[in-house]
């Protein structure tokens, strides 16, 4: 499975919760929002200067955002194998993992690890 890169989404999803826009988080850390939207989408990954930037403007430290793409990228390989251990295309497993929030990956392995 090609490594997907977690750090981008999961920054979108904090900066959602804390109702930060895209455009307000583009500001706070000095970089486009086309930039900003295209490192959220994992299509880039941001260098440790600006993961530094991120993880201020989050209220978050720089090394919780690396654990957070770590931990992220195991719940994304375990519920790619098994959706696809279910019969699922790997390909299709792949796109519903990048589509839904990680609450819900999580909450969905759950359920297909544990029902």
Known sequence: MPKDNAFGPRV???RQERGITLDEMAVAVGISASHLSRMERGMSAPSFML?????????VRPSELATIQRDQGAVNHELVATLA???ME??????????????????????????
């Open 12 to 14: 979108r999803e904090l």
């Open 51 to 59: 993961a530094s930037r991120l993880a201020a403007a989050l209220g």
């Open 85 to 87: 251990e279910a019969g």
């Open 90 to 115: 790997l390909a299709s497993a792949m796109e519903i993992t990048r589509k839904i929030s990680t609450t819900a990956r999580r909450a969905l392995l759950d359920v297909l690890t544990k029902g």
